[in-house]
DNA sequence: CGGGAGGCTGAGAGCGCTCCCGGCGAACGG
DNA sequence: CCGTTCGCCGGGAGCGCTCTCAGCCTCCCG
């Protein structure tokens, strides 16, 4: 590419001109050439390369009022969010599904409730055509802000208060199958000869959290409450959790974890007390989180659903919906993506 | 704030009109209101209110060629990049910074080397004001693409190839004391009493596994070469590397790994050697990560940097160069942080 | 009381692009 | 050979904003 010439870039008009062609023409070029005759076609495209020319995307979102971005809106105030590899891999699957369509990913991280104020004039703005959102949690004011400013959103994760269509209109989300993937372990946890099956379950104000308790439920119908424990999707909570229910439940045989990372940190606390993984306990996780799944010790059974997958449905749902005529209103449908049990050692 | 308005957003002509305004004085009150007198101020800023108005930043951006965001890029082609700590909370300290002066971040995410020439395309293209760039490996092509398009650039961690300034003004970085930082953590150990120190490296074309290494060397002038492995900064990296020492050096009685996943690797294996830390061996990180160093057993006892506060660093840098006037062309100094050792249980 | 200075305001140009629409030439049918 | 259609191109308006500049009005000083 052309070094950067001095001052100022060129424009279409100094391209049309070394064409010679008007800047009509030069435009239909640069955005396809449809309707342009092949040797006019040829000049502008020359003289795009020979003067570097890039067109000005503030000119062009001026007039066509599509920026040609996104919002990637992440609100959990917990460090959680990037280092739980969920988060990254989702947000890798998007990117990628946005870079194939020429988008652009624009990251919101909302630090504090008053964060909110930022991201409603943010989007109000119009800096971007559509937003993807994480997790949502029961209170959340991200749908009523989108709402308002009639921004097109896609969630990632079942939203809390909507389990079917809202007053006006549905909410548009990408989740796993959690509830059938849980079914799932804790039937392998019941075809492996167990009988005293625990659970540690995430913070109940996530559904992911909620879909896996009732997927454990769904299996263990008369399941005893002192089998199932609250931990908050981190390690160090796995561990508080495993711990609580030894106290509770000494006599238990097995322990199906609503994600790795908690696993693993019952995997620690088990270890502790001199209970072998899987012959005295055994132990499924959920996520088959990178990293962590397939190198604990012994490498962990577990839940995979496909997370990067799941980001570019995210994206592709966005997408399809931005490139839909103006007048039409629908809401693109939900999907739920399938799980698959991976068998390893810890089961 | 009111609903959207049934056809197309306020302009600032509607709100002028309103206010009984002229669209420039309406403008200089949008803009901090400086030389108006008080009751227009108050007259438009009600106008804004009522209306719901919103300015047009693609308008803005046209005529003050300033677009308010920032590209984060993210070169790292491994699963590394979110799911290790520290890129997480760099971000978060960047994405704090960046908010405070309400400029956005645009999140490019490289994923091969292809991926450079959208880059490169897109910087051209003036989305964005300036770049902030991550730990580049010796061979990146991102330098020569940021100079080449003029981008104002500040990178996180010691750009491999330029110790100090370049042929054309030396690269805007900021960087933890990482050589300080490994001195520290050998000579605590060299305090403790061990004599057979080892050291896991992290991938020596990245600049902060180099100088953790050089800083290791500048206190034991002598090492062993056998007492030296390269990792990879992961966990299973770092444990293949414990091994390799293992083999080669069984009498050994520490180990300074270059980050603290690797420790964490490299401390499964000596647990599975029948090793105890720090009794046998004793084990020092780097990084003082999250849900790493802290809740592995034992504690770790690691090199801190302020990660967050370097994040903050690279947003301040760079924010300081955008507002600069035009002509001025110098570039800013580079900042280097200072570390501590943090004292835990496994050394 | 006259003149100059200085503070506010408004008119208007213009940022770089897209897209509507009118015109023009070629092609084709009668 | 003329009228009509159709394909292609250019002129020009306009997206919503900022900013320069000229003009006005007030105020102060001589």
Not at 127 to 155: N, Q
Not at 324 to 333: F, I, Y
């Amino acid at each position: 590419m052309p070094e950067q010439l001095p001052g100022h870039r060129p424009t279409l008009e100094a391209v049309a001109e070394r064409a010679g062609v008007s800047r009509a023409t030069a435009s239909r070029v640069v955005n396809g050439g449809d309707g342009v005759r092949a040797h006019l076609v040829e000049k502008v495209r020359e003289a795009v390369l020979e003067l570097g020319y890039v067109p000005n995307p503030a000119a062009r979102t001026l007039v066509t009022r599509r920026t040609g971005a996104v919002a990637v809106i992440i609100a959990e105030p917990e460090i959680r969010i990037f280092s739980d590899p969920f988060f990254s891999r989702q947000i890798r699957g998007i990117s990628k599904e946005l870079t194939a369509h020429d988008t652009q990913l624009v990251l919101l991280l909302v630090e504090d409730r008053g964060d909110y104020d930022r991201i409603e004039r943010y989007l109000a703005g119009g800096h971007v055509d559509g937003a993807l959102a994480f997790s949502l949690h029961t209170d959340d004011p991200l749908p009523a802000i989108t709402r308002r400013v009639g921004m097109p959103t896609v969630y990632g994760g079942r939203p809390g208060w909507t389990a079917g269509s809202g007053e006006h209109g549905g909410i548009a989300y990408v989740d796993a199958d959690n509830r059938g993937g849980a079914r799932e372990a804790v039937r392998h946890l019941l075809d492996r000869g167990r009988r005293r099956i625990a659970h540690i379950a995430g913070p109940l104000d996530q559904t992911s959290a909620v879909d896996r308790l009732d997927g454990y439920r769904d299996v263990l119908l008369d399941a005893d409450p002192a089998l199932i424990a609250e931990g908050d999707f981190t390690a160090t909570g796995g561990a508080e959790a495993m711990a609580a229910l030894l106290e509770r439940c000494p006599d238990l045989d097995a322990v199906f974890a609503a994600n790795d990372l908690m696993a693993t940190g019952a995997l620690r606390v088990l270890r502790e007390r001199g209970l072998a993984v899987p012959a005295d306990v055994a132990l499924v996780g959920f996520d088959d989180a990178e990293l962590v799944a397939e190198t604990a010790d012994p490498p962990l059974t577990t839940v995979r659903q496909d997370i990067e997958g799941m980001g570019r449905l995210m994206a592709q749902l966005l997408l399809r919906t931005l490139n839909r005529e103006q007048g039409d209103r629908a809401v693109p449908a939900s999907v739920v993506t399938p799980t698959a049990l991976v068998r390893r050692g810890s089961s």
